[in-house]
T-cell receptor, first 115, second 116 residues
Framework: EAGVAQSPRYKIIEKRQSVAFWCNPI?????LYWYQQILGQGPKLLIQ????????DSQLPKDRFSAERLKGVDSTLKIQPAKLEDSAVYLC?????????????FGPGTRLTVL | GENVEQHPSTLSVQEGDSAVIKCTYS??????FPWYKQELGKGPQLIID?????GEKKDQRIAVTLNKTAKHFSLHITETQPEDSAVYFC???????????????FGKGTHLIIQP
């Protein structure tokens, strides 16, 4: 079974530029998560989708971050404009619905460097 | 919201010895506690998990214990090997019996170093 796919793997931009990340979850997984992992810390949830609806975006900095999940499959996360403190690894995870325990499986992440 | 504390931040053990990593959580509504292993340049990999209706779970050399009253849970790795060297994260969330779950709240991680 293929895992969670993310692209690009690395991205370097100047501050105030925009950037977008793409995620393709495990086939059949209805729930998709985006996490931000700053160097030396644990991942922090940014947004959670169930199918193509937003379940939780309480920690998403909505003035500069946006995310969408069209057709309940792939998702994109966008930052516009980027700040220095956005330098981090952006992780996508997915899990199934309908099971008692929602195991989350992570992709390899996109490492963003803002200069 | 949930807050997860993890200790120690770095743990160095001799190959073949045991390693223990401890976490505490704050939200009594949390009922799902996974552990992830993250190697350099990779995403977190789920290695074991436990629900709040179970006190202990074991999978080969890895075990997790949960004390729901004290709100703490621990990861135990026995007979450590060089390939166990990585950063380990504990996490907590609320899993709803009708389907669906909250996102995970992670600890800050433990860098486990296995000395040959």
């Amino acid at each position: 079974e293929a895992g969670v796919a993310q692209s690009p793997r690395y991205k370097i931009i100047e501050k105030r530029q925009s950037v977008a990340f793409w995620c393709n979850p495990i086939s059949g997984h209805a729930t998709l998560y985006w996490y931000q992992q700053i160097l030396g810390q644990g991942p922090k949830l940014l947004i959670q989708f169930q199918n193509n609806g937003v379940v939780d975006d309480s920690q998403l900095p909505k003035d500069r971050f946006s995310a969408e999940r069209l057709k309940g499959v792939d998702s994109t996360l966008k930052i516009q404009p980027a700040k220095l403190e956005d330098s981090a690894v952006y992780l996508c995870a997915s899990s199934t619905m309908g099971q008692k325990v929602q195991k989350q499986y992570f992709g390899p992440g996109t490492r963003l460097t803002v200069l | 919201g949930e807050n997860v504390e993890q200790h120690p931040s770095t743990l160095s053990v001799q190959e073949g010895d045991s390693a223990v990593i401890k976490c505490t959580y704050s939200d009594s509504a949390s009922n799902y506690f996974p552990w992830y292993k993250q190697e350099l340049g990779k995403g977190p990999q789920l290695i074991i998990d436990i629900r709040s209706n179970v006190g202990e779970k074991k999978d080969q050399r890895i075990a997790v214990t949960l004390n729901k009253t004290a709100k703490h849970f621990s990861l135990h790795i026995t007979e450590t090997q060089p390939e166990d060297s990585a950063v380990y994260f504990c996490a907590a969330s609320r899993d709803y019996s009708g389907g669906g779950a909250d996102g995970l709240t992670f600890g800050k991680g433990t860098h486990l170093i296995i000395q040959p």
